[in-house]
């Protein structure tokens, strides 16, 4: 089984006392093995970002709103820089998290069309799949496909 970090084990634990308010903390931290100075840390840290977050939301929220959504994360981020300072990959999970990125300017999908009319002439199977030749440049063929390869 994994072995989990302490700030796993203090988000759980501050889970679980939510719903059990009338077991004792010291039982929760024998149990899941954790220091009462690291548990009291991790509450400490994850109140302060949950709330920092908060913050920086709003402010992205705004940011979005003056520009109608025009700004992706790195221009987001370089907005926010002006005043405060903050990494852009915080930024990007932001708004990730609260589904605030650009969908403006997304790549489009090239999709194959293929027209119900012939254009231009068609000429006749003249080779049937015999492409050996006795002499150079007497048969040239030509193959016009699309192949959209999309990677996960």
Same mark, same amino acid.
Request: hydrophobic share 35%; glycine share 4%; net charge positive.
């Given at each position: 089984?994994?072995?989990?970090?302490? +700030?796993? +084990?203090?988000?759980?634990?501050?889970?679980?006392?939510?719903?059990?308010?009338?077991? +004792?903390?010291?039982? %929760?931290?024998?149990?899941?093995?954790?220091?009462?100075?690291?548990?009291?840390? %991790?509450?400490?840290?994850?109140?302060?970002?949950?709330?920092?977050?908060?913050? &920086?939301?709003?402010?992205?929220?705004?940011?979005?709103?003056?520009?109608?959504?025009?700004? !992706?994360?790195?221009?987001?981020?370089?907005?926010?820089?002006?005043?405060?300072?903050?990494?852009?990959?915080?930024?990007?999970?932001?708004?990730?998290?609260? !589904? &605030?990125?650009?969908?403006?300017? !997304?790549?489009?999908?090239?999709?194959?069309?293929?027209?119900?009319?012939?254009?231009?002439?068609?000429?006749?199977? +003249?080779?049937?799949?015999?492409?050996?030749?006795?002499?150079?440049?007497?048969? %040239?063929?030509?193959?016009?496909?699309?192949?959209?390869?999309?990677?996960?």
């Amino acid at each position: 089984m994994k072995k989990r970090k302490n +700030k796993e +084990k203090t988000k759980i634990i501050v889970e679980l006392r939510q719903e059990h308010p009338d077991i +004792k903390l010291c039982f %929760w931290l024998k149990v899941a093995s954790v220091p009462k100075s690291s548990y009291y840390e %991790w509450v400490k840290k994850l109140s302060q970002s949950h709330y920092r977050d908060k913050e &920086l939301l709003k402010e992205i929220q705004r940011i979005i709103e003056e520009t109608n959504g025009a700004y !992706g994360y790195r221009r987001v981020s370089i907005e926010l820089n002006n005043k405060v300072l903050v990494n852009h990959k915080r930024v990007l999970r932001i708004m990730r998290e609260n !589904g &605030l990125l650009c969908k403006k300017f !997304g790549r489009k999908n090239r999709r194959y069309i293929s027209y119900k009319v012939e254009v231009g002439k068609v000429f006749g199977n +003249k080779l049937n799949r015999k492409f050996t030749v006795d002499e150079p440049n007497k048969v %040239w063929v030509n193959d016009v496909s699309e192949f959209i390869l999309t990677y996960p």
